[in-house]
């Protein structure tokens, strides 16, 4: 067989399922990495440094053990079911799942950002850790309010007229 050769028909086939499967199971690994940060937020209890500080790092374990890796896989897996199945190519439903990701990533990196600042929340004076943990709050909720518009996005594949070729 040459070396030149166009790929089989089965191993796109293959590479587009590959694709959406782990784009599935990331996106249910990033969705329970933040319902678990977010259920981390509401329920720490502040009254004990010793508590705080566990669940503080807790939380920070959760952001860089699953909710980054889990959101490089989604990033990843969406571009490579984007790029290998050419119906995507003009959908204009995918595309605005792909933009949509882009704000997701930069605020999944917001929330990272506040795991790793710690000591920060834990110096903090009470209404200046109220601040910081509603703003983290207020990012939790707006990035699952944008991973279920997304899912609402594939599921309904609304018709957008754009032309990308």
């Known amino acids: ?44 209890d502040r009254s004990s440094p010793a508590v705080f500080r566990a669940a503080r790092e807790l939380f920070a374990a959760i952001a860089n053990g699953l909710l980054v890796p889990c959101m490089a896989g989604v990033v990843v897996s969406g571009l490579l079911a984007l790029a290998a199945a050419r119906g995507y190519l003009d959908a204009g439903w995918a595309w605005l799942k792909a933009l949509l990701g882009l704000s997701v990533f930069e605020a999944t990196l917001v929330v990272v950002g506040s795991a790793q600042r710690q000591a920060e929340l834990l110096a903090a004076a009470p209404d200046q850790l109220d601040a910081l943990l509603r703003a983290e709050r207020h990012t939790l909720v707006l990035l699952i309010g944008l991973s279920i518009v997304n899912i609402v996005l594939a599921v309904w594949r609304p018709k957008l007229a754009w032309r990308v070729r």
């Not at 959406?20 to 720490?44: F, M, P, Q």
């Open 1 to 44: 067989m040459p070396t030149d050769a166009p790929p089989r028909p089965g191993a796109r086939r293959l590479w587009r399922h590959l694709a959406k499967v782990l784009h599935e199971v990331a996106s249910l690994g990033y969705g329970g990495a933040l319902t678990a940060c977010l259920l981390i937020n509401l329920r720490a």
